[in-house]
């Protein structure tokens, strides 16, 4: 399957050069665009597919930087896959992102290198049978629809939309915290009182070690591979994430969380807190150090997660909204989240 699939990227009037043959130009390019999504770098890449390889099924990565005029103008994550005997198109997991362009190129190339990779996609599907596929587009910093939304609708995609709540880092510190939700302030300095806040930014595994076990205490199961494990420390030592957590009296870790980052926007990746203090300001704390160190690290916007409503379609959980609400608490703005659905002929 993956050999006819390299065959119809040959095909597709695109030149491009696979992430896996040269992640070094990945790099150089993405560091060209005007805002780049954790999602898109190489960490959440590597990540994303190691998660998915550790639950089952055959994944290939097809990653590609497409070059056209002989130089480097986009990135676009993509993945083929069967799992459970089915095919899927995907971004290592995600749904299938568009590509994201340098910050010079031509509206017109852009609207061409779109049209082809939809049409790329498309075709993908249904060679290897995939009946229904998505597509997300988040924040980018960008005025009104993209290429690949209008060629997406154009095709007969179906459009709906979800919420998601940022932190607008711009501003100094006493700026940004003017929006947190006003009782939060009294509980972040109360939970500044109960513990100690702790920053880890280097390959410590005695500390790493430690989170892992608070995860799998709150879990009550092992949920991913060692592998992913690792490779998130990895990230942390090289400084493209790092993990805020609280101690007690007794220097036993309490709860922490694991942030993301580009040159332009962290992530709020994975949480564990002793479930014993849920009825204490812990997570308030976290999230408050994690904003400060984006700021130090000079990063623009702060993606805290997904804003689901319970008006939403597929309604979401009590809890769901629950920790949502949590999130909401912190954030400057609300975007649109546009989820494309492609039904395939």
């Not at 119809?8 to 992430?19: A, I, K, P, Q, V």
């Not at 930087?65 to 986009?74: E, L």
């Not at 587009?137 to 939309?161: R, T």
């Not at 220097?251 to 204490?280: C, H, I, N, P, W």
Request: aromatic share 12%.
């Amino acid at each position: 399957m993956i050999d006819s699939v390299k065959v119809m990227l040959d095909n597709s009037g695109m030149e491009f050069t696979y992430r896996c043959d040269d992640r070094m130009l990945w790099s150089d390019t993405a560091r060209q665009v005007p805002y780049l999504p954790v999602v898109y770098s190489h960490e959440s890449i590597d990540y994303q597919f190691c998660y998915q390889v550790g639950h089952g099924g055959e994944w290939h990565d097809m990653s590609i930087v497409i070059t056209w005029s002989n130089k480097p103008v986009a990135i676009w994550p993509l993945s083929v896959a069967v799992k459970d005997g089915r095919p899927k198109i995907d971004s290592q997991g995600l749904p299938l992102l568009p590509p994201l362009f340098v910050a010079d190129c031509p509206a017109t190339s852009r609207k061409k290198i779109s049209k082809l990779c939809f049409e790329l996609a498309k075709n993908i599907a249904a060679h290897v049978g995939v009946d229904s596929w998505c597509s997300n587009e988040s924040f980018i910093q960008e005025w009104g629809m993209s290429d690949w939304h209008v060629e997406a609708m154009q095709h007969g995609a179906g459009s709906s939309m979800q919420h998601e709540v940022y932190v607008d880092l711009s501003p100094d510190l006493s700026g940004i915290k003017a929006h947190f939700r006003k009782r939060y302030k009294s509980l972040i300095n109360t939970g500044l009182r109960m513990w100690t806040v702790k920053l880890l930014d280097s390959d410590d595994k005695k500390i790493w070690q430690q989170f892992r076990d608070l995860h799998f205490m709150v879990a009550g199961r092992k949920t991913r591979s060692d592998e992913s494990w690792d490779i998130q420390l990895e990230h942390i030592a090289n400084k493209s994430a790092f993990l805020i957590y609280l101690t007690d009296d007794k220097d036993t870790m309490v709860g922490g969380g694991l942030f993301y980052q580009t040159k332009d926007e962290g992530l709020y990746a994975v949480g564990a807190y002793d479930r014993s203090l849920f009825d204490k300001p812990i997570g308030h704390v976290v999230q408050h150090r994690a904003i400060e160190e984006f700021k130090k690290r000079g990063v623009r916007w702060y993606k805290v997660g997904l804003r689901p409503y319970a008006t939403d379609t597929p309604q979401p959980t009590e809890k769901e909204v629950s920790i949502a609400e949590f999130k909401h608490g912190f954030a400057s703005h609300v975007f649109p989240l546009y989820k494309l659905h492609f039904e395939q002929d």
